[in-house]
């Protein structure tokens, strides 16, 4: 114990990540309504589906071949398939080893697909992914943030460039947006230009780790290739068609740009009535309660069954990939309390667990609720924080991101982005990305892009 509270003394802050976070602080307004003309969430979520088809099948195989046990395929421990797993699904699904590598990169991107380790498994989108629209939107979400890693651009492009592009190109999104309709390439061109220009003037950078190296302008690529490889990008993710001069967004790319303008979430459920259900399903629907009425709704679905099974229940719950899930389930077992104790005690060696359930035995045992995330190492802290940032990508709204990023306990962002690199969670290009889409500060959010296509790649 010492040993944990002097690794953890080391951290700059306490990371917000307690259970329950994310929840306490959601916003309470209502949903404002998408522009005239937006498709139904059932026929965007259709459309995603088609997009992704190909990915979803290419994880549906992962999922039967290359779980422990299977006798998949090698893998590399970087997310990344082995040539000789590539071969046997390109023969297996009747596909090129291109494809299945390129169905493959964007079902982790998408997140229905999550590596651990050596060993490969579905994610929680990919098992919600033919009842549940939402959870087809933030996948698809998710693809869109990550635009620039699925089609990445040329090794020779210098990455200078092509990070200003991508900053720029929320702006250029925005006048598809307003514009409901076909947008020259050339308007694009002009507007990237003057973006690009805002960027090198007028920003002042904060240095974020080693810098590279200017680029001469007389070697620079011109702005039209920088934005024909960004048009082809999001045209590639389904965000909008680029043809004759001139680009539209799609109904999807048309709303997921709505949603980024609007910080809105995707995702909600009915909070009444969950006494019935089960463990998963409860805790999905108490997302939105403030945390008395949660409680409250906690105690009336333990009443209505033995305790040792609501445990195992919420336990299970709590196994699953979405990481609010996880969180919740804790604060249900803060309800139950000692009862739980043997059970969560026997779970502390899963690593998806182990933060949570070390916090919950330590409030059990009667530790300071301000010192209680001294019970957890560095790396323990640094997991719990991608985690807690996993469940905020995904439910929360944008501006608890970015709150969220100044929890953590390193004390410099280079620090924090070394440490989410070397703790291998399965969410960390997912997190890094959103939070380089969501973060005001173009500096630091290309610092984020940069270490989320490290990650993403296998480099470092």
């Known amino acids: 114990m010492a040993e944990r509270r002097a690794a953890a003394d080391r951290g700059a802050a306490r990371p917000l990540a307690a259970p329950g976070a994310v929840t306490e602080a959601r916003s309470r307004r209502p949903a404002p309504r998408p522009p005239e003309g937006t498709p139904a969430p ?5 459309m995603a589906r088609a997009g992704l088809a190909d990915a979803v099948r290419v994880a549906r195989w992962a999922d039967t071949s290359l779980r422990p046990g299977s006798g998949g395929g090698e893998r590399d421990g970087k997310g990344t398939l082995s040539a000789n797993t590539a071969e046997r699904a390109a023969t297996e699904l009747a596909l090129t080893e291109d494809q299945v590598r390129s169905d493959w990169d964007t079902a982790r991107l998408a997140g229905l697909v999550e590596v651990h380790g050596d060993s490969a498994r579905p994610g929680w989108r990919l098992r919600a992914w033919d009842r549940d629209d939402a959870a087809v939107l933030r996948g698809w979400v998710a693809l869109f943030d990550a635009w620039s890693l699925a089609h990445a651009a040329s090794r020779e492009l210098p990455p200078v460039v092509v990070a ?3 900053e720029a190109m929320p702006q250029l999104l925005t006048l598809l947006q307003l514009s409901a309709g076909p947008v020259p390439v ?3 061109l002009d507007l990237l230009d003057q973006r690009v220009t805002e960027l090198r003037t007028e920003r002042c950078e904060i ?4 810098q590279p190296e200017p680029v001469d302008p007389d070697d620079a690529p011109s702005l039209a290739t920088l934005l024909d490889w960004a048009l082809r ?4 993710v389904g965000a ?3 043809a004759d001069g001139q680009a539209t967004l799609t109904p999807l790319g048309s709303w997921a740009v709505w949603v980024k303008l609007e910080q809105i979430c995707v995702a909600a459920q009915s909070p009444a009535g969950h006494i019935e259900q089960a463990a998963a399903d409860m805790l999905r629907g108490c997302a939105r309660l403030r945390p008395k009425a949660a409680r409250a709704e906690y105690r009336a679905w333990l009443a209505a069954r033995p305790v040792g099974s609501a445990v195992t229940e919420l336990l299970e719950a709590a196994r699953g990939d979405d990481a609010l899930l996880r969180g919740l389930a804790f604060e249900a077992l803060r309800v139950v309390g000692a009862p739980a104790e043997a059970e969560v ?19 059990q045992e009667g530790a300071d609720p301000e010192d209680v995330h001294l019970v957890l190492t560095r790396d323990e802290s640094t997991w719990l924080w991608v985690d807690t940032a996993a469940a905020v990508a995904d439910h929360g709204e944008t501006h608890l991101l970015i709150r969220h990023l100044e929890s953590a306990v390193q004390p410099t962002v280079p620090a924090l982005l070394d440490e989410v690199r070397r703790i291998g969670h399965p969410r960390t290009v997912q997190v890094l990305v959103a939070l380089a889409a969501a973060h005001p500060d173009p500096a630091l959010a290309k610092a984020v892009r940069r270490a989320a296509f490290q990650v993403h790649t296998g480099g470092v």
């Open 42 to 46: 059932a026929e965007l979520a259709r």
């Open 164 to 166: 200003e592009t991508v």
């Open 186 to 188: 050339s308007q694009l």
């Open 207 to 210: 240095p974020y780790g080693p």
């Open 233 to 236: 990008g999001l045209a590639a």
């Open 240 to 242: 909008l068609t680029y």
């Open 345 to 363: 005690r026997a779970v502390v060696d899963e690593a998806s667990l182990r933060p949570y359930a070390l916090i919950w035995l330590a409030e």
